[in-house]
C-alpha cells in the first residue's frame, strides 16, 4: 500500500548533525501531515517535529533550536536536520505520514522501519 523508507541515520559525537530523509511511496492519493518521531530502549515513542502539507510546524521542547523539519510535497519526502546533537538525542527515529490512499475512504497512519541515531559522549 504505502511504505516509508528512511535514510540518514548513524553515529556521531556530541555536537555533531545528521540529516534524515523520508520518501512514501505508493498508491497515495495526498499526503498531509508528515512527522519524525523517536524511541530511546525502555521510553516511550515521541514526537520529534512534525509538519503540515502547508508548511505549518511543531517542535519538541527539547529540540526547538537544534532540530529543523521541511518537506518537499512533489516528492512525498520529509526531511529533518539535526544539529548540535546530544548523547541524550540517541534513540531510534521513525517517520510518520497520513496518507490517503486509492484502497481506504480515509487517510490513515503510516510508519517507516526506523533509523538508528547514537551520539557518543
Known amino acids: 500500500q504505502v511504505q516509508l523508507v528512511e535514510s540518514g541515520g548513524g553515529l556521531v559525537q556530541a555536537g555533531g548533525s545528521l540529516r534524515l530523509s523520508c520518501a512514501a511511496s505508493?498508491?497515495?492519493?495526498?499526503?498531509?501531515?508528515m512527522g519524525w518521531y523517536r524511541q530511546a530502549p525502555g521510553k516511550q515513542r515521541e514526537l520529534v517535529a512534525g509538519i503540515t502539507r502547508g508548511g505549518s510546524i511543531n517542535y519538541a521542547e527539547s529540540v526547538k533550536g537544534r532540530f529543523t523539519i521541511s518537506r518537499d510535497n512533489a516528492k512525498n519526502t520529509v526531511y529533518l536536520q539535526m544539529n548540535s546533537l546530544k548523547p541524550e538525542d540517541t534513540a531510534v527515529y521513525y517517520c510518520?505520514?497520513?496518507?490517503?490512499?486509492?484502497?481506504?475512504?480515509?487517510?490513515?497512519?503510516?510508519w517507516g522501519q526506523g533509523t538508528q541515531v547514537t551520539v557518543s559522549s
Open positions: 505508493g498508491r497515495i492519493v495526498s499526503v498531509n501531515a
Open positions: 510518520n505520514a497520513d496518507v490517503r490512499t486509492f484502497y481506504f475512504s480515509r487517510s490513515e497512519d503510516y
